[in-house]
């Protein structure tokens, strides 16, 4: 089972993603929660994080930021990123995949969805 890093400035957007893991059967050992970037790092440095769930447009550090300081250390480097967001620039969606994140969801998604891009990370 894994630890699982929501990471999204709308607390409410975190539960939703949080129920939808559940109903997707995906089975998860703990679920820890960051506002932002900067507030991820913290919370990947004091935790055992297995997989990260990141939305992009973020204040204080974006998604891409986090994504870019976690790939820069040699602890995080390979640690799986998935993206969900509303977020559809092209540019962007590319850059992520530069980065090496796992998969990217747009908001609004399903629990099958996500069942799947979980899967697809952490397989």
Known sequence: MMNILIVDDSATMRKI???????????????????????????????????????INMPE????????????????QNMPILVISTEGAE????????LGVK??????FTPEKIGEALKQAAG
């Open 17 to 55: 993603i949080l129920r939808t893991i559940r109903q997707s059967g995906y089975a998860v050992d703990d679920v820890l929660e960051a506002g932002n970037g900067k507030e991820a790092l913290e919370v990947v440095k004091n935790n055992k994080v297995d997989l990260i769930l990141t939305d």
């Open 103 to 108: 998969g990217f969801v747009r908001k609004p």
């Open 61 to 76: 550090m974006d998604g891409l930021e986090l994504i870019e300081v976690l790939r820069a250390s040699p602890e995080t």
């Open 91 to 98: 540019d962007i969606i590319e850059k992520a995949k530069i």
